[in-house]
């Protein structure tokens, strides 16, 4: 099993639709969780960390579910430059150093 | 736009060439990392500075060598490099506090090993 799974899509939705992503972990000792965007060709950039009790930024709420070993992110109101990659990254300790683990993305286009 | 810069942003070697990948952070981290990205694979971590001290990813092969002079500067020193290398080389960087992190990436390297 994948330590960090994402479903790739593509996820194909409309302007305005509303799109959740999930992303499962393995490691139940995971310390810290994140979402990045990459838009082709180009870098990973941090779109929000995720915290134990839901957080929200405009447009995207991410929760975390460590019961169940998941984190989610959802996107309203989707707008055309929503479109890109969103990595799922969980952070834990590995023999007394971090390790970052990022999972393959799941890509987002968004169709006018 | 980032506080990490990478040169060159485009490289072509050949297997038998040595060339060196360059990595700046602006941002006053203790931390900097080099990571893989292949096409339809996750981000790979290669190497981590952190606070001086290098951890290594053991499955990365010996022909990539990491050199970090001071907390601001990573090299990728490459060398015999097969085609199967040919990838997006990504450098990052973090400040560290009480073990929670965020981390910035620079723009990266495109890499084609011929």
């Known amino acids: 099993r994948k330590e960090v799974e994402q479903d790739p899509g593509p996820f194909n939705v409309p302007e305005g639709a509303t799109v959740a992503f999930n992303c499962t972990y393995s490691?139940?000792?995971?310390?810290?969780f994140f979402w990045y965007r990459q838009d082709c060709r180009k870098e990973p950039k941090l779109l929000m960390s995720?915290?134990?009790s839901g957080n929200e930024d405009g447009r995207f709420t991410a929760q975390l579910n460590r019961a169940s070993q998941y984190i989610s992110l959802l996107i309203r109101d989707s707008k055309l430059s929503d479109s890109a990659t969103y990595l799922c990254?969980?952070?834990?300790?590995?023999?007394?150093?971090?390790?970052?683990?990022f999972g393959s993305g799941t890509r987002l286009q968004v169709q006018p | 736009e980032t506080g990490v810069t990478q040169t060159p942003r485009h490289l072509v070697m050949g297997m038998t060439n040595k060339k060196s990948l360059k990595c700046e952070q602006h941002?006053?981290?203790?931390?900097m990392y080099w990571y893989k990205q292949s096409a339809k694979k996750p981000l790979e971590l290669m190497f981590v500075?952190?606070?001086?001290?290098?951890?290594e990813n053991n499955s990365v092969p010996s022909r990539f060598s990491p050199e970090c002079p001071n907390s601001s500067h990573l090299f990728l020193h490459l060398h015999t490099l097969q085609p199967e290398d040919s990838a997006l080389y990504l450098c990052?960087?973090?400040?560290?506090?009480?073990?929670?992190?965020?981390?910035?990436f620079g723009p990266g390297t495109r890499l084609l090993v011929l």
């Open positions: 941002l006053g981290h203790n931390a």
């Open positions: 490691n139940s000792a995971s310390q810290s």
């Open positions: 995720v915290y134990s």
């Open positions: 990052a960087s973090s400040q560290v506090v009480w073990g929670y992190e965020t981390q910035y």
């Open positions: 990254v969980v952070t834990h300790m590995d023999t007394g150093r971090r390790a970052l683990t």
């Open positions: 500075y952190s606070l001086e001290e290098r951890v």
